[in-house]
Nanobody, 126 residues
């Protein structure tokens, strides 16, 4: 079992930045890829970014490419999402997710993830 806890959300003006963190606990000695998803009110959960176990491969949804950066520090069992040039349409609850231990490659599909955090609210005002 892997437990995930997000932090770093909040209210920011358009054009501003936030850095989300996701701390993993439990079976952290295993190798697994991780990702960030988001869900806006009335919308389905959507993929934002993913990173492989080694941190050498990343993928982003088109709408955040060039503005967001995903990274990880395996020594701290933590994954980060640096969000720059934020837009009102980035407003959502952001969720951290982990793949099953042993699945080290990236995935943009929510079905590819087994463990999920509780989410952290990001609100971007215009």
């Amino acid at each position: 079992q892997v437990q995930l806890a997000e932090s770093g959300g909040g209210l920011v003006q358009a054009g501003g930045s936030l850095k989300l963190s996701c701390a993993a606990s439990g079976r952290t000695s295993s190798w697994y890829a991780m990702g960030w998803f988001r869900q806006a009110p009335g919308q389905e959960r959507e993929f934002v970014a993913t990173i492989n176990w080694g941190g050498t491969s990343t993928k982003y949804t088109d709408s955040v490419q060039g503005r967001f950066g995903i990274s990880r520090d395996n020594a701290k069992n933590t994954v980060y999402l640096q969000m720059n040039s934020l837009k009102p349409e980035d407003t959502a609850v952001y969720y951290c997710a982990a793949r099953d231990p042993g699945y080290t490659s990236t995935s943009s599909q929510s079905s590819g993830y087994t463990y999920w955090g509780q989410g952290t609210q990001v609100t971007v005002s215009s």
